[in-house]
């Protein structure tokens, strides 16, 4: 299987993938209840193995550096991003602007990378 053997485009989609996964398992613990209800949390779990597991096989190929700035970059500014218009969470100026920041970083990764 050739995602098992990444190519650098191959490894870029999975590190893509991975975070917003990521994305998914950090809004999905808000639904979890603290880990008492078990649909939600067997959900959360499965997401974040995925999520781990994904930019593990795109590190066989991208800098380690690279990918997890990437991978926590994408699940930071989406948990935020999400958090904001699913969760009612203050959405300020400053907030969305850190946001962005995050985003420029994950950009700036990508487009520097050798």
Partial sequence: MSFLNP???TAWILLVIAGVLETAWAVGMKYTDGFT???????????ALLSFW?????????????AYG???????AGAAALGMWLLDEPASLA??????????????????HD
Avoid: D, N, Q
């Fill in 7 to 9: 190519t650098p485009t």
């Fill in 37 to 47: 209800r078990i649909g939600p949390s067997v959900a959360v779990l499965v997401l």
């Fill in 54 to 66: 994904l930019p593990g096989l795109s590190m066989k190929v991208l800098p380690v550096g690279t």
């Fill in 70 to 76: 990437v991978w926590v970059g994408i699940g930071a």
């Fill in 95 to 112: 907030r969305i602007g850190c946001i962005l920041l995050i985003v420029a970083g994950v950009v700036g990764l990508k487009l520097l």
